[in-house]
């Protein structure tokens, strides 16, 4: 119990000093569009989500109950011709704890090479690269009748602009705490907390520092499963309630055992589509999830206003 109290006033520690208003400008910000197509199609409310070896995007605590060599890919279609993909795998090693291995990558297409006269010949790309590696574990076995693990994530992160990079470390904690008879899991994370080590231009910037409280619950007698979050707490805002407006929610329903059917909705995204003309369907996805005995292929489809319609196809399976 000890060991468990002290886990957990040092993560609550980190959140608090993480809460200081930050700056969203950041050259990592690829990092928030870090989901899995079954966290996406949840509004990404993913940070309580156990058994899925994606959520170690989420919350590196996860990994714990993953089970053993777990692999989870990820490509998303984003606007234009940007594209990312995301890799994660997981395993468990008796008398050591669970650990996993994930990248990411975007790529941002082809633009024209241009000086302050116009255009000129040839072309360049823009990158993306985040390696990462993860330690998870328990804490307390009856901790409110539950199980409490917690998780570690280092990860190194690239950004190629041209000529140009700019390279930083950060670190994802995170409690994850499964209570069985109720049905309920609780999660709490701080993610890419961190420092560049290299800049453009000389000038650091911020990582974008992210902070996610949540909980999902699975209803007795339907076939629901229920999940809410606060995210991007440690935003900057004009008032410190202003952040809480960052909430995602989404429901999971289940056909049998092989066919899952979801809905999601992230306030955040709603709240940062300005204009009313292009709302719509902003902050709203929704998604489907098969379940095979070789793998689970899931597809969201998520949407950022008129112009923005992000489509996600994931596959996971054990080795």
């Known amino acids: 119990m000890k060991k468990t109290l002290l886990a957990i006033a040092a993560l609550t520690l980190l959140t608090q000093s993480s809460l200081v208003a930050q ?3 950041s050259p990592f910000q690829f990092l928030r569009f870090n989901e899995s197509a079954r966290a996406a199609a949840l509004g990404g409310a ?4 156990p058994e899925d070896p994606s959520a170690v995007f989420f919350n590196p605590a996860s990994v714990w109950t993953s089970g053993d060599k777990a692999i989870s890919a990820t490509f998303l279609k984003h606007v234009l011709d940007i594209n990312s993909g995301l890799l994660s795998y997981s395993d468990h090693a008796e008398n050591f704890g669970s650990y996993a291995a994930s990248v990411s990558y975007t790529n941002y297409g082809s633009f024209q090479r241009a000086d302050r006269n116009g255009p000129t010949a040839g072309t360049f790309g823009v990158n993306d690269v985040s390696l990462a590696v993860s330690y998870a574990n328990e804490l307390d076995t009856n901790f409110f009748k539950g ?3 917690y998780g570690l994530t280092g990860k190194f992160l690239f950004v190629g602009l041209e000529v140009l990079n700019s390279t930083a470390l950060a670190l994802d904690g995170g409690l994850l705490l499964q209570l069985p008879h109720i049905r309920t899991n609780i999660g709490l994370a701080v993610l890419h907390l961190g420092t560049q080590l290299s ?5 650091k910037e911020p990582l974008p520092l992210d902070v996610r409280i949540g909980v999902n ?5 339907l076939p629901l499963l229920l999940n809410f979050s606060f995210h991007h707490l440690a935003d900057e805002t004009d008032d410190v309630f202003q ?6 929610l989404g429901g999971e329903f ?3 055992k092989s066919i899952q059917a979801r809905i999601g909705y992230d306030n955040g995204v709603r709240r940062s589509t300005t204009e009313s003309s292009s709302r719509k369907l902003a902050g709203l996805s929704a998604g489907v999830g098969i379940i095979t005995n070789f793998a689970n292929i899931d597809y969201a489809i998520s949407s950022f206003g008129s112009p923005a319609t992000l489509h996600r196809v994931s596959v996971g399976f054990g080795l």
């Open 23 to 25: 700056k969203t400008g």
């Open 254 to 256: 289940y056909f049998g």
């Open 147 to 149: 199980q409490l693990s």
């Open 243 to 248: 952040r809480f407006e960052n909430f995602s």
């Open 217 to 221: 619950h699975r209803l007795r007698g």
């Open 199 to 203: 800049t453009f231009n000389g000038e």
């Open 46 to 49: 993913f940070v309580a989500m």
